[in-house]
C-alpha cells in the first residue's frame, strides 16, 4: 500500500510524506505499507496483527509497524481511538535520527507498548503540534518545523523506551547527536556500522575490516574522538539489544542468546551480568513483574 493510497482513503493530502489523524480508516484485509506507521490509543480496543501475530490495542498503548511489514487491523470496538502519524519515505529518510532514539531496541521486539500517563501526554501534545502546522499550507518553513518536531518526538520517545530498561544510555546519546552531522567521518561510519551489527557482531575485528582500518588504530581513534574504547560502544549497543529482547519479546533467554549468536547461553549469561550486574533471568523476571 503507498502513502498515496492511504491518503486517498482517509481524504488527506499527500504531498508533504506525513499525514497527522485521528481514528482514521485502515484497510479490511491484510495490507504491506509503503510508510511508516507511530499509532498512540487513547480509548477502546482493537486488534493489531503484524507478520502474523496478535497484539492487543487498548487505551495508552504505543504501536508501531514500519514499511515492508505485513499488518491487518481489526476487531475494532465503537469507542476505539487513535492518534496517527504516517511518514512517508521521504521525510524518513531526512530525519537522520540514530536508532537509540527511535527505540528500535525495543520496537524490533515488539509493535504494541504499554506507556506512562506522563509519556502519553507527552505525545498528545506532539501530536497535536504537528498537526497545527501541518494546517499552514502558507508557511514557507513548514518542512522544517515538522522535521524539527518529528525529531523532538522520536529522540523523547527514544529517550522514554531506554529509560524503561533502566540502563544509562546517555553516552550513546551524546555521540550520537555528535556524530550525525558528518556523515562521512570515520566516528560516524563505525557508530552506524554497530547500531546496525552489535547484536550479532561484538568484536572490534569486524569493524575494522568493514572500515579497511586496522583494529588498533581504529580503536584509538574511537578513543580519542569520543572518550570511549570501541569496544565499550559495541557492548553498550550489544546490551541495549538483549535487554530490550528480555524486556519485551516472547523469546527464552535460550533463544536470545543463540540469536545474538553467542557461543553459548552461559557466555550470554556471563555478558548480561558483566554489563548490568544481574542475570538474564533475575532482570526478565524483575522486567516482567513491573
Known sequence: MKFSDFCTLNGCPSENNIAILQNCEWPEEPFIP???VVMYSHG?????????????????????????????????????R???????????????????????FILDETPVIRVTSEYAEASTLFFGAMERVLRFTSNPYKNECILSLLR????????????ALRFDCSDLYRLSVEHQQDKASLITRFINLVEANAQKNRRMSFY??????????????VKKETGLSGQD?????????AMAKLSYSHKSIKEISNEMEFPSQSDFGKFFKRMTGQ?????????RSR
Open 208 to 221: 575494522s575490516a568493514q572500515l579497511g582500518y586496522n583494529p588498533k588504530y581504529l580503536s584509538s581513534v
Open 82 to 104: 487513535t492518534n496517527v502519524l504516517v511518514i512517508g519515505g521521504d521525510i524518513g529518510q531526512e530525519l537522520s535520527v540514530s536508532s537509540v532514539f527511535l527505540g528500535l
Open 152 to 163: 523532538a518526538f522520536f529522540y523523547s520517545t527514544g529517550y522514554y523506551l531506554n529509560k
Open 279 to 287: 542475570s538474564p533471568l533475575s532482570y526478565k523476571k524483575q522486567r
Open 233 to 241: 560502544l559495541i557492548d553498550q549497543y550489544a546490551i541495549l539489544s
Open 34 to 36: 509503503e510508510f511508516n
Open 44 to 80: 477502546g480496543e482493537a486488534l493489531l496483527n503484524v507478520e502474523g501475530r496478535d497484539y492487543s490495542l487498548s487505551r495508552k498503548c504505543m504501536s508501531v509497524f514500519k514499511s515492508g511489514q505485513k499488518v491487518h487491523i481489526r476487531k475494532m470496538s465503537s469507542s476505539f
